[in-house]
């Protein structure tokens, strides 16, 4: 049942409307969205707000700006105007819309300032007890994803899991990027699996499903080659609340045959369930969630699991264009409380176009350097946890004294809800997609064969762990045990 129904005037507003309704759906209010004018479809706009079981209206509307008044004389719940810019630069609305008579009052809040609105409509369900107040999370726990918990349940399933260990033909243990079964002398069998995540809500807010498929290419074979692995297939799971239409599809698969165009391999196949009961997305028959499966190929005496990191090693760090796939449902909730999915950043993309860039794909990386030559001692691919991924990599002491380049979103997002380094750099990337650890002899190569695939860093170097193993971030005082 909504609590809020968005009533405008006209479907050109809905660059509008979408302001009030992704806002919303970060602050997790239920809505409901119609379009009726008061001037030609009054007798609509009366159907619709009196069979609405909402406790708030936003109206929005442009030019004379009758809806938010016809509205509020039809009931006597508040009733919040949005004045939308047109021939007048919105002054005619705003004036329209706050020149009401007394006793038929409306809330009424800045030009096209749909954010606004649905922040005040928060406020008014917080005063009936309706929902609770609402502020940016300052941290993965509170954006309701507790990674200590995520912990204490895998280490259930590792117990399962390791019991079917029973032919010393697994590789690796339970918990590293990527395990591996041997199948014969001079071969194993690597697989990997990951999905999405909560980036398909942004998808499903903004429409546009173009990078998805890429993102779920990605985190599989990236997390391959940190065995050591090369990609040879991938296969993937789509399951939709309906059947979605062709073009979210046609995206879709776009997608997906990008991101293996990119890694070098076909996509084999796949499953397509339709679960009505299980599959959810922020509005009624829209939910998606796309995972997926690679699989690839590694000798045994080339697998690359940390084992033969040493003190004085060196760390290199490939950068990520950006959030990637991992930390969305933090970064969503704090973005989307101050931005409509279209508002321009301060660096000129939109909001949706900066939440949905494709997670960057590093086999080619990982393919140079073993081209070249040039030895790898351990590799991490920097996703949810962030530069805590580092520690899978063996117990020593990673320190960056590198001054690392963190891309704006980042910035933005720690300034909105005022979230402490040590959280950012424990739920997010932060400009590294990718760490590579070298030995000292063989750095140069290793610069000189990734600056062909664009820029790369040395970020710093590996200790002994005599304090415990930890990843340090000197520039920002950060210790990550």
């Not at 507003?13 to 970060?26: F, H, M, Q």
């Not at 950012?424 to 030995?439: E, Q, R, S």
Request: net charge negative; charged share 20%.
């Amino acid at each position: 049942m909504e609590r809020v129904l968005v009533i405008a005037g006209s479907k050109s507003d809905a660059r509008i409307v979408e302001k009030v309704t992704s806002t919303l759906d970060a602050l997790g209010i239920t809505y409901r969205t119609e379009y009726a004018s008061a001037h030609r479809e009054p007798d609509r706009v009366r159907e619709v707000v009196m069979a609405s079981p909402a406790e708030v209206i936003v109206a929005v509307a442009g030019l004379a700006a009758a809806l938010p008044g016809f509205v509020a004389s039809l009931t006597d719940r508040p009733v919040i105007g949005v004045p939308v810019s047109a021939a007048l630069g919105g002054l005619d609305a705003l004036l329209s819309i706050a020149q009401m008579p007394k006793g038929v009052p409306v809330a009424t809040v800045g030009i096209d300032n749909g954010q606004n609105a649905a922040h005040l409509a928060a406020r008014i369900l917080t005063l009936t007890g309706t929902v609770q107040p609402t502020t940016p999370p300052r941290s993965y726990a509170e954006a309701g994803v507790d990674e200590g918990a995520v912990q204490a349940g895998l280490s259930v399933l590792a117990e399962y899991v390791r019991r079917s260990f029973t032919e010393n033909r697994v590789v690796e243990d339970f918990g590293h990027y990527a395990n591996m079964v041997q199948v014969r002398d001079d071969l194993c069998i690597a697989m990997s699996t990951d999905g999405v995540g909560s980036k398909m809500l942004v998808a499903e807010m903004a429409g546009d499903y173009s990078t998805v498929g890429i993102d779920c290419v990605a985190m599989n074979v990236n997390d391959l080659i940190c065995v050591g692995a090369d990609p040879t297939g991938f296969v993937d799971y789509l399951a939709v609340e309906t059947p979605p239409p062709e073009d979210v599809l046609r995206q879709i698969g776009e997608g997906l045959l990008r991101g293996c165009r990119e890694a070098g391999i076909p996509v084999l196949g796949g499953e397509t369930a339709v679960l009505p009961e299980m599959i959810r997305g922020t509005r009624p028959g829209r939910g998606i969630d796309l995972a997926g499966t690679a699989v690839g190929v590694v000798s045994p005496d080339e697998v690359i699991d940390g084992r033969d990191i040493a003190e004085g090693d060196i760390i290199v760090g490939i950068p990520s264009n950006g959030l990637h796939s991992n930390g969305f449902t933090l970064a969503r909730k704090v973005l989307l409380s101050q931005y409509a999915l279209d508002d321009r950043l301060p660096w000129g993309r939109t909001v949706a176009e900066e939440m949905l860039r494709p997670t960057r794909i590093y086999v080619e990386h990982f393919r140079r350097l073993k081209r070249a030559g040039v030895r790898v001692n351990g590799i991490a691919h920097i996703t949810g946890g962030g530069l805590r991924k580092v520690l899978r990599l063996g117990p020593w002491r990673y320190v960056l004294n590198a001054r690392l380049r963190v891309p704006e979103v980042f910035t933005l997002i720690a300034e909105v809800a005022d979230i402490p380094d040590e959280e950012m750099f424990t739920t997010f990337n932060m400009g590294t997609g990718l760490i590579m650890v070298v030995p000292e002899d063989d750095i140069s190569s290793a610069v000189r064969t990734l600056e062909g695939l664009g820029e790369v860093h040395v970020l710093g170097h590996v200790e002994a762990p005599d304090d415990g193993p930890a990843v340090v971030v000197e520039e920002r005082g950060v210790v990550i045990e």
